[in-house]
Nanobody, 126 residues
C-alpha cells in the first residue's frame, strides 16, 4: 500500500505560479511512475504530467508543456508540480497518483495508476 498526500494548492491570479507537492509513504520502493491529474466538476479526470520514479524522464499533456514542470525527490519520497504562467482554465482539483511495475511507456490514463491522493484545489482568477 502507498499513501499519497498532496499540498500546495490555492488561489492565484492568472500569470502567477504555484508548486504542488505529493508526499508518498508506505511501500514506496514499488513505485515506478508518479503522475499528476486534474478534474473539474462534470468532467473526467484529465492527465497533466508523469515522471519515472527511477529516472528524470517526464511527459506532459500539450496544454501545460512549457508552463508546468514535474520533478521528484526520491530521498523525500515526494513529487512536485511547478506550475507557472497559470491560466483560468488550469482551475481544477489536482490529484497525484502512483503506479507500480511499469515499462518504458508513459501512462496517461487514470485507470493505469494504483494509488491516489485526496486532491488539492487550484483556482486561477482572471
Amino acid at each position: 500500500q502507498v499513501q499519497l498526500v498532496e499540498s500546495g494548492g490555492g488561489l492565484v491570479q492568472a500569470g502567477g505560479s504555484l508548486r504542488l507537492s505529493c508526499a508518498a509513504s508506505g511501500r514506496t520502493f514499488r513505485i515506478a511512475d508518479m503522475g499528476w491529474f486534474r478534474q473539474t466538476p462534470g468532467k473526467e479526470r484529465e492527465f497533466v504530467a508523469t515522471i519515472k520514479w527511477s529516472s528524470d524522464n517526464t511527459y506532459y499533456t500539450s496544454s501545460v508543456k512549457g508552463r508546468f514542470t514535474i520533478s521528484r525527490d526520491n530521498a523525500k519520497n515526494t513529487v512536485y508540480l511547478q506550475m507557472n504562467n497559470l491560466k483560468p482554465e488550469d482551475t481544477a482539483v489536482y490529484y497525484c497518483a502512483a503506479k507500480y511495475y511499469s515499462g518504458s511507456a508513459y501512462y496517461t490514463r487514470d485507470s493505469q495508476y494504483d494509488y491516489w491522493g485526496q486532491g488539492t484545489q487550484v483556482t486561477v482568477s482572471s
